[in-house]
């Protein structure tokens, strides 16, 4: 049977590496923690979420997949049932940027107990670097995923003192400006022009001071990789 897995939920996976094992936090349907056990990736996983719907669907899922023994059910706001449950890293995809960064400052020591951390948030992602970057994580890795015109970025995350910490960092992600691939070059072509169509909105840099940095960097990014 074909595991439905999306090409952002693979890099996951692939930025999650070889780990005994996993707490997916958000697991919905659970295909993450399934691809890691069939791959043997991952020895054992908890398959988290807050909602009980999801946590059914991800059961049937486990149990049709012949599971059961390696991964389990966990229902759970965020980390907080985590506790007294040993970790060697936390997958927190597929939410918005803001609710990632609230579910690890509710339960900071079970995050920080993470070897790594593989953050997918969808949205508001300066807002998490920054957050991350202030609660002692450092990003290792950011990739893109790349799903019919929409782009993905993923993170992985350790504890330990953030090199990057100026506001184009956050905004942009140092790690990915790093890079210069032909996903990720394509992915800040069309950052340039959204963040150009958004000072022209507003009428030009004297009313956006704050989004000149950026296009200055990624005008420089695009100089360099040609
Ligand atoms: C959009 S789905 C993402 C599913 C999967 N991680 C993915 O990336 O495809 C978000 C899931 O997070 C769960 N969720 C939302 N807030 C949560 C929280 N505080 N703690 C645990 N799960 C939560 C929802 O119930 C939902 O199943």
């Known amino acids: 049977m074909q595991i439905p897995i999306t090409k952002r939920l693979l890099t996951a996976a692939e930025m999650i590496g070889c780990e005994k094992i996993l707490c997916d936090i958000g697991c919905d349907h659970g295909y993450l923690p399934i691809y890691l056990i069939k791959k043997g990736q991952i020895k054992a996983a908890y398959?988290?979420?807050?909602?009980?719907?999801?946590?059914?669907?991800?059961?049937?899922?486990?149990?049709?997949?012949?599971?059961?023994?390696?991964?389990?059910?966990?229902?759970?706001?965020?980390l907080h049932e985590l506790k007294d449950i040993p970790l060697d890293v936390i997958?927190?995809?597929?939410?918005?940027?803001?609710?990632?960064?609230?579910?690890?400052e509710r339960d900071l020591p079970v995050a920080y107990r993470a070897?790594?951390?593989?953050?997918?948030?969808?949205?508001?992602i300066p807002f998490l670097r920054k957050f991350l970057a202030e609660q002692g994580f450092q990003i290792e890795e950011e990739r893109l995923a790349r799903e019919d015109r929409r782009y993905y970025v993923l993170?992985?995350?350790?504890?330990?003192?953030?090199?990057?910490?100026?506001e184009v960092d956050y905004v942009l992600g140092r790690?990915?400006?790093?890079?210069?691939?032909?996903l990720t070059q394509a992915y800040f072509?069309?950052?340039?022009e959204r963040f150009?169509?958004?000072?022209?909105?507003?009428?030009?840099?004297?009313?956006?001071?704050?989004l000149v940095p950026v296009i200055a960097?990624?005008?420089?990014?695009?100089?360099n990789i040609i």
Do not use: W
């Open 47 to 78: 398959a988290c979420d807050l909602r009980d719907g999801p946590l059914k669907k991800a059961a049937q899922n486990i149990a049709a997949f012949h599971m059961k023994e390696s991964i389990q059910t966990v229902k759970s706001d965020g």
């Open 91 to 104: 997958s927190i995809c597929g939410m918005g940027g803001r609710l990632i960064a609230e579910i690890l």
């Open 115 to 124: 070897k790594h951390l593989v953050l997918q948030p969808m949205s508001e």
């Open 155 to 166: 993170m992985r995350v350790t504890k330990g003192k953030e090199q990057h910490t100026n």
């Open 175 to 182: 790690k990915l400006l790093q890079k210069n691939d032909s």
């Open 189 to 192: 072509a069309k950052e340039t």
């Open 196 to 210: 150009q169509n958004i000072l022209t909105a507003r009428g030009g840099p004297e009313n956006s001071p704050e």
């Open 217 to 223: 960097e990624l005008k420089k990014y695009a100089k």
